[in-house]
């Protein structure tokens, strides 16, 4: 099927078709990276290797905030073509990259606190009378909410396969 045409009086013009939002390939292997990530916490000994469904999804991330910046950038590229303007490149494109990352933490933020609300009541309920335990999510949930767990880890010495995060909400 064609291009659409939009009739206005008696000119046709062709439009361009949409691009396609999500690309099945790249969903695919997202798919494939949950699963190593699941296998691994469900069967350990099974697939040791489960951390390498994280490692696939912070280059899947790289690769399309890497792409989606690149478009903001090229978008931006036209638009100052059709019109004069004082701005350099480069502060436009620091304007736009802070824009980008903007919408991310608006998209992301409310879903991260809500985690991190539900872990500390769903653990209270579940550790209540540990009290060494209580105290253990509580500190985690705090490093959680500064983004640092991983700064926690390092400074425990804690090994790269015995690391536990939140990367998932990253991507």
């Not at 396609?20 to 099974?46: M, N, S, T, W, Y």
């Not at 490692?55 to 903001?72: A, E, R």
Request: proline share 4%; hydrophobic share 45%; aromatic share 10%.
């Amino acid at each position: 099927m064609g291009p659409e045409r939009v009739i206005n009086s008696d000119v046709v013009t062709p439009t361009k078709p949409k691009p396609k939002l999500k690309r099945e390939d790249l969903q695919v292997l997202r798919g494939g990276a949950i699963l190593c990530v699941l296998a691994f916490h469900l069967r350990p000994d099974a697939f040791p290797n489960g951390y390498l469904g994280v490692d696939t999804f912070f280059v899947l991330s790289g690769y399309l905030i890497t792409t989606m910046l690149d478009l903001s950038h090229k978008q931006g590229e036209a638009s100052a073509a059709t019109q004069e303007s004082s701005e350099c490149s480069c502060a436009k494109f620091i304007l736009q990259s802070l824009s980008f990352y903007s919408r991310r933490v608006k998209r992301i933020l409310p879903t991260y606190v809500l985690t991190l609300l539900w872990v500390l009541l769903a653990g209270g309920l579940a550790f209540g009378r540990l009290r060494s335990r209580a105290e253990q999510l509580e500190c985690d949930t705090l490093w959680a909410a500064a983004f640092a767990t991983n700064l926690k880890q390092l400074w425990a010495t804690v090994s790269y396969g015995d690391m536990v995060g939140i990367w998932g909400l990253y991507s």
